[in-house]
């Protein structure tokens, strides 16, 4: 299916931090209820919002109950840290959780950044920003080719595989594998080369920069874009008044010890404001929209949300 003949697909990035286990489920029932099509998870060790000892569940764990209390909605994380795992275990980790939920898992996967958890719990962090990369993209190559069936001996710059293979296979025949990230290099030819889909956040030039980048790197290997699923998180929060936006955000922020969620576009207002800062993105060929949501979750946003969906799609 072409980007541009895609529906307008909604995912909640609900954050796992300064939250517990009956909030989160209870937002993803409630997603579900209103129609989102995915919720997504962090894969953190330590609050990556304001002080970094903020209580925070682990993202792996929190996917398979949420599989085990919804039905339909699907599952992934906002992305997973390459670093915390051997790609032989996230292929295990992504299969039983396709068989949790009958299918609907989807494997995030990135470089990661957060240097203080790995130092906090002692997993190696590597020698720079672009030996993760270098990491990530042989691990993305094995975790394909085991979610595919393969069985692999692997002698590789990172990881050494002996004979390893991925039983049961996955639910879904082409389990999808997601990559966050928007390094020009690396993370982008990555994704070229072996994505299903794509994550990014940014302002409409940042945004429409990396596209030109990854349509080049697609075009070097051989890939038709098309087949990459655009997807693209902003921080909303929607009233009526742009300024009761702006206030319940700013409460919502506080609550988790921080002054924004990144150096990123925030999105408040109106569904009809809303709507009118993502349609340009829209025109570029995004068609997943993610909404990060801090705890406690708005749930008048998530209600809302549909209105974003309806104008975004010509209703």
Not at 81 to 100: E, I, M, Y
Not at 203 to 228: F, K, Q, S, W, Y
Request: net charge negative; charged share 25%.
């Amino acid at each position: 299916m072409s980007t541009l003949d895609r529906p307008i697909q909604l995912g909640a990035q609900l954050w796992s931090q300064h939250t517990d286990w009956p909030s989160m489920r209870d937002a993803t029932l409630a997603a579900e209820a209103d129609g989102w099509d995915s919720v997504w998870t962090w894969d953190h060790l330590m609050a990556i919002f304001g002080p970094a000892g903020q209580p925070i569940l682990e993202g792996w764990t929190t996917l398979a109950a949420l599989a085990a209390v919804t039905s339909r909605i699907r599952l992934g994380l906002m992305v997973g840290a390459n670093t915390f795992r051997n790609p032989g275990l996230t292929a295990k980790l992504a299969t039983t959780l396709d068989h949790v939920s009958d299918g609907r898992a989807i494997l995030g996967i990135g470089g990661a950044w957060f240097e203080r958890e790995h130092d906090a719990f002692g997993i190696p962090f590597g020698m720079g920003f672009g030996e993760r990369l270098d990491r990530l993209d042989e691990a993305v190559m094995l975790l394909r080719r085991l979610l595919d069936g393969e069985r692999i001996t692997h002698d590789g710059r990172y990881y050494a595989f002996h004979d390893a293979l991925c039983e049961p296979r996955p639910i879904q025949d082409h389990l999808p594998i997601l990559i966050g990230g928007s390094g020009p290099k690396k993370t982008l030819r990555t994704t070229a080369l072996r994505g299903d889909a794509w994550n990014t956040a940014g302002t409409l030039d940042e945004v429409r920069a990396r596209l030109d980048i990854l349509d080049a790197h697609c075009a070097n290997v051989g890939r038709d874009r098309a087949e990459i699923e655009l997807t693209l998180s902003f921080p909303i929060l929607i009233r009526d008044r742009k300024g009761d936006a702006e206030a319940a955000w700013a409460s919502l922020i506080h609550a988790n010890g921080a002054a924004h969620a990144g150096e990123i576009p925030h999105l408040f207002g109106s569904p009809e404001q809303v709507a009118d800062a993502i349609r340009p993105y829209v025109a570029l060929g995004f068609r997943t929209i993610i909404v990060r949501l801090p705890a406690p979750y708005d749930l008048e946003t998530m209600h809302r949300m549909a209105d974003v969906r309806a104008l975004l799609s010509g209703g």
